[in-house]
């Protein structure tokens, strides 16, 4: 069973930054795929960012501004977010999953077992 436990969001200006971090406990955190989603009010959840042991992929409005990396010495995930905008604001979780799955699945969110609590991002204008 796998704690996640998000932090860092906060409120920013338009144009900003934020660093999130995801801290695993209760697994072997090298051995899952690891991935951001947010939901903001009134909407679905959508996909941000997934990391693989080898690769990185990102939602189509972040990519260029967003960057995920993960530190599994320190069991840690990560976002940079750079440049944010008004439409960026929303809750942010970290998602793990077993590493078992076809790729082109790595944006659904179903697919992912674990999950933490959120924290939430706002971007002023």
């Known amino acids: 069973q796998v704690q996640l436990d998000e932090s860092g969001g906060g409120l920013v200006q338009a144009g900003g930054s934020l660093r999130l971090s995801c801290t695993a406990s209760?697994?072997?955190?090298?051995?899952?795929?690891m991935a951001w989603f947010r939901q903001a009010p009134g909407k679905d959840r959508e996909y941000v960012a997934a990391?693989?042991?080898?690769?990185?992929y990102y939602e189509d409005s972040v990519e260029g501004r967003f960057t995920i990396s993960r530190d599994n010495a320190k069991n840690t995930l990560y976002l940079e977010m750079n440049s944010l905008k008004p439409e960026d604001t929303a809750v942010y979780y970290c998602?793990?999953?077993?590493?078992?799955?076809?790729?082109?699945?790595?944006?659904?969110?179903?697919?992912?077992?674990?999950w933490g609590h959120g924290t939430q991002v706002t971007v002023s204008s």
């Open positions: 990391i693989t042991h080898t690769s990185t």
């Open positions: 209760g697994g072997t955190f090298s051995n899952y795929e």
């Open positions: 998602a793990a999953k077993e590493p078992y799955d076809s790729i082109f699945r790595i944006n659904l969110d179903h697919t992912y077992t674990y």
